[in-house]
Structures are given as C-alpha cells and as structure tokens.
C-alpha cells in the first residue's frame, strides 16, 4: 500500500500544476481524507473487525485504496479530486486500525516488540515507491498508466491476505463495550498520535512541493526529503528491539524525538540541500518510533479490548488530518511552506517533552 502512496506523494506537484490548484486547496483535500478516515477507523474498531475479523477488515481496506491514487491522477476538475479522497480515506480507515490491532494482539500474546518492525515496513513501502517515482516521471510520461498497474498489484495484494491472512479464531476478538469517550490517559497518547500525524505529513505530502518551489531542485529528485527520511526510518525501526534493550523507551521515544528535532531546525536554518538531507535522514531515525511507544504504552494500560484501544488511538491520530492539511495549506499560502518546515522541527522537540511527562506520570500513578 505505502509503494503506491510513496509514488503518488512524488507526483503531487504534477498533479498541483495539472489543476492549477493552490497549496490551500490541495490541503482541503487531504481534510477530506482526515475526516473519511477518521469515521472509518472508528467503524472499523467498533463494528467491522469484531464481525469479519482484522483479516477480512484489511483485505477489503486494500481493495477500496486499490484504484484511488488513480482517480487522483486522473480527475478532469478539483471537484473529483476532492471526491477521490472519500474512499481512500475510508480505505486506510479499514485497513490501518486493523493491521495494527493484529501486530498488538501479537505482541500481548508474545511478549515481543514488533510493531517497529512492521512500521518499518510501511516506511520501506514508501521508500521504495519514492525511489521508484523518479524512475517512472523521467521514462514513463503517463502516471495514469503507473497507478493502473499498481491498481492491480494492490489488488492481489487484497487477495492474497484474505486468502492467506490469520485465521479468525485466532484472534482475540472480544465484544465491543458501549460507546464512551477514552479514559485520560488514552486521549493523552491519542493526542501525540494527531500531532505525529498532523506534523508528519509535512514531510510525506508537501516536501517535493517545497523542494520544488522553494529551494528549486528539478522535480525528478522532489522525493529526495521522503527517500532519506524513511531510509532513516526504516534503520531505527529495525534496530528498535535493541535500541529498547539497550537503553529505554523513554530514551528512544522522547530523548531522541527532542534531540532529532533541535538537529533538523538548524539544518533547515542553512537552506542547503545536502545539509537538509542529512538533518532528515537524523529526523526519521530518531522520530520513527515514537508512535509505537505511544501505541505499546497505552495498550499496556488499557482494560478495554485491543482492537477498539487501537481505534481510539488511530482515530484520534488521524484527526491530525482534519485540521494539519487545512492548516499547512493555509500557512504555506501566507508565510511559505519553508516556515512549516520549521514548524515541523519544534512541534516534535515538543511531542518528545510531552511523551516523557506522560510515561513519568503513568510510573507514578
């Protein structure tokens, strides 16, 4: 899934100029993924998975994304595209929560730390198709012909996990209590999940646009932000198990978090690119996982199933692109998309402060 977004993030500012849109309407786009999505998820959790099943939840998710990047390519007019965003809102809504509610039942049962890795392969989707992305604007002239064919892939992909996808008895599926609001400390973490995810699309949705047309780098290498931070990504997540064991969550969630954000405020200050690049690839290695000591936090002190614990957590972190996309479109129109950058580099120094408040105060509680 993450390889076809990773290739659509890339040719957003192709799609920008093909519709002659501005940055604020590309953000109300996006708004309207936040808000599909963020009804699904809770759709999802509460009524979906506890019938079908994580693994049915996912492969139908991966059938409605299959086509949408498509339609994004595609749309004659602004009203279609903002349209295209409803499914693949929906789409990521099924399978995202889903996904990682099975990665959480299999860590409870286990006892082993592998939602890092499975985020880590996320990143690697996305890497991959960043790369890939440069490849297909120099040698394929039509994305229409591009998003086809990975239409397709995503498709098998869909039938491969229904077809081979953990059994349902498997799962630890229990009945979904009533509807009520999470207690405290959930809302706390979800709302460090809607700051990485209303902060983190800084980089996956308008960094080639600011490369392009801030700091003028040819659009075949407008990926270059997305590759080295999920290559940066992609290392820390695979080292996390050890990383953890070596010193603690609180140093690699927040410490890290802190220390990556101060580095890539400075780098940003130099406007040179191969300075930036490097002030990422630190920025996705000590970011990366954070959401997954969120998310393995709150699970350890819930006393409410898994799956809809996680629901709650996606969903209030995916309320980050209700008002992150609006918000970055609307700065980057008015004070440019290089004052978001920044922006991006302070906001998580703080989510690193806020998640080391956070497990001190559930130590002592």
């Not at 991966?62 to 693949?88: E, G, K, R, W």
């Not at 690119?273 to 350890?300: C, D, E, K, S, W």
Request: hydrophobic share 55%; aromatic share 12%; net charge positive.
């Amino acid at each position: 899934m993450l390889f076809q977004i990773g290739v659509y993030f890339v040719y957003i500012p192709w799609n920008v100029e093909r519709l002659q849109i501005s940055e604020s309407e590309l953000g109300l786009g996006l708004l309207v993924f936040g808000i599909s999505n963020l009804i699904s998820n809770q759709i999802s959790g509460r009524y979906i998975v506890p019938n079908i099943g994580t693994k049915n939840s996912m492969a139908l998710g991966l059938l409605i994304i299959a086509f949408c990047p498509l339609i994004l390519v595609s749309a004659p007019n602004y009203l279609t595209f903002l349209l295209a965003y409803i499914p693949l809102g929906i789409g990521v809504g099924l399978f995202h929560p889903s996904a990682q509610s099975q990665i959480s039942m299999i860590e409870n049962k286990t006892s082993r730390i592998i939602t890092p890795v499975y985020q880590a392969a996320f990143s690697a989707g996305s890497l991959i198709g960043a790369i890939a992305a440069a490849f297909f604007i120099k040698n394929i002239s039509d994305p229409r012909l591009i998003f086809l064919l990975l239409g397709f892939l995503l498709t098998l992909g869909s039938i491969t996990i229904f077809r081979l996808g953990l059994v349902k008895n498997l799962e630890i599926l229990e009945k979904t209590p009533r509807f009520r609001l999470p207690k405290n400390n959930i809302l706390i973490f979800g709302f460090l999940l809607m700051m990485n995810y209303a902060t983190i699309g800084i980089i996956l949705d308008w960094s080639a646009l600011w490369l392009t047309k801030d700091l003028l780098a040819p659009l075949f290498i407008g990926g270059i932000i997305i590759i080295v931070f999920n290559i940066g990504e992609i290392v820390s997540r695979l080292l996390a198990s050890k990383l953890i064991q070596h010193s603690s969550e609180r140093f690699i969630g927040g410490y890290l978090s802190i220390f990556s954000g101060i580095i890539l405020f400075f780098c940003i200050i130099t406007t040179n690119l191969y300075v930036i690049v490097i002030g990422m690839v630190i920025f996705g290695f000590g970011t990366a996982n954070f959401p997954a000591i969120v998310i393995r936090q709150a699970i350890n002190i819930t006393d409410e199933p898994i799956p809809l614990t996680v629901s709650n957590l996606v969903t209030l972190g995916f309320a980050g692109f209700i008002f992150g996309p609006a918000l970055v479109g609307y700065l980057a129109e008015y004070l440019g998309l290089t004052f978001n950058m920044y922006l991006l580099s302070v906001i998580w120094g703080l989510n690193g402060v806020a998640l080391l408040a956070m497990m001190k105060r559930i130590k002592y509680s």
